[in-house]
């Protein structure tokens, strides 16, 4: 599992519990999207089917290549299928036939000692294939591994979670996305806003740097803020919406199995982040920091005017961005999350730094 950045934890528990031989029969891969989850998936695989088989795949044996290729006899990758993007019953268990996937796992492996069945965006499942998938949980075949991968594994039904031993997959640090942008020939100044703006997630931010239009989107969603007052809250809530919808299908044909309400919310806490990253900028420019320093160097100008807010409203605007990405992960509609959000950063702008109970200092 060598090449997997940030990730350290997984990986070292994953390769103790190959060369231990303590191996569960089913995992859930649990964290946010873009942070290696499936690529963990993929070489977790590739070490249990190895012809080598010490616990780190050799990269050179047929076994290997087979898996690179998924032509494995003895791998299993599915995901989510069709315009829904769900998958289908009839992919585990087709109740005509009655195979599919926990058919052909319950048959003696052809090459390996063991089958693996890698399930890309478990919580896509329907109903019917959960209820499937947790028969064969309850009585595992033998000599068979089943690894859920989900950035939503709340969403899976709680008898399959307590069925999986989960493996936690971080957010990587800033630092990691950095370095990993700049080795795929990301511009420098682009790589370090990419890395602090994408939320953790090294797919976010590769998609992010092939977008050719998003400084204009940034600059869109900076404009918008900047421009709240009391009496456009509803139209700005509404063009923030609109941007959110604009660009929610690019993020959804990056990710297979997202739906379009998690392409919209994924979309949402993405701007919300530009926006965050904006005013953390503004916190410490009013300490003095150099604009080199600065995550939006760009907008000095912009920064620099903001610094009139005091240190509780700046806070506040925050905490509110922070409260509203919470709000859509629970599942609260997006128009409402975000005019709530967009009224109180509008509120927070508007109050004379004097009457606030925190300070305000300008920029040196």
Not at 17 to 29: E, K
Not at 42 to 60: K, N, Q, S
Not at 261 to 275: G, H, K, N
Not at 332 to 353: M, N, Y
Request: proline share 5%.
């Amino acid at each position: 599992m060598q090449g997997i950045v940030g990730q350290e934890g997984a990986t070292d528990f994953l390769r103790r519990a190959i060369a231990t031989d303590r191996l569960a029969h089913a995992y859930i891969f649990a964290g946010p999207p873009g942070v290696g989850k499936m690529t963990t998936a993929r070489a977790f695989a590739r070490a249990l089917l190895c012809e080598r088989a010490d616990g780190e795949p050799c990269g050179e044996c047929r076994a290997c290549a087979k898996v690179d290729h998924e032509t494995h006899p003895d791998l299993y990758v599915i995901g989510p299928q069709g315009r829904g993007r769900m998958i289908p019953v009839a992919v585990f268990r087709d109740p005509d036939t009655g195979e599919g996937l926990l058919h052909d796992l319950s048959l003696t492996p052809v090459e390996s000692a063991r089958k693996v069945a890698l399930i890309d965006q478990a919580h896509a499942m329907t109903t019917a294939t959960a209820n499937c998938l947790l028969k064969t949980l309850e009585e595992p075949p033998p000599g068979a591994l089943l690894i859920l991968v989900t950035p939503r594994p709340d969403d899976l039904l709680e008898t399959i979670r307590s069925r999986c031993h989960r493996v936690r997959f971080n957010a990587l640090r800033p630092g990691i996305l950095e370095e990993q942008l700049l080795r795929r020939g990301v511009e420098p100044g682009q790589a370090r806003f990419l890395s602090l703006s994408s939320g953790g997630s090294l797919g976010r931010a590769i998609m992010m740097a092939e977008q050719e239009g998003l400084a204009d989107l940034r600059r869109r969603v900076l404009e918008l803020v900047l421009a709240l007052s009391g009496r456009n809250i509803c139209s700005s809530s509404a063009r923030f919406v609109e941007l959110v919808k604009q660009h929610a299908p690019e993020l959804a044909s990056g990710q297979p199995g997202m739906t379009a309400q998690s392409a919209a919310r994924d979309t949402a806490e993405w701007l919300l982040d530009l926006v965050a990253l904006f005013y953390r900028d503004v916190a410490v420019r009013q300490l003095g920091v150099e604009a080199e320093l600065l995550s939006n160097t760009d907008v000095l100008e912009q920064i620099d005017r903001e610094t009139r807010l005091s240190d509780t409203d700046i806070r506040t605007i925050l905490d509110t961005i922070e409260t509203a990405k919470e709000r859509l992960r629970s599942n609260v509609t997006l128009d409402v999350a975000i005019l709530e959000c967009v009224s109180q950063i509008a509120e927070a702008r508007a109050r004379p730094a004097a009457s606030s109970t925190g300070t305000s200092r300008s920029a040196r």
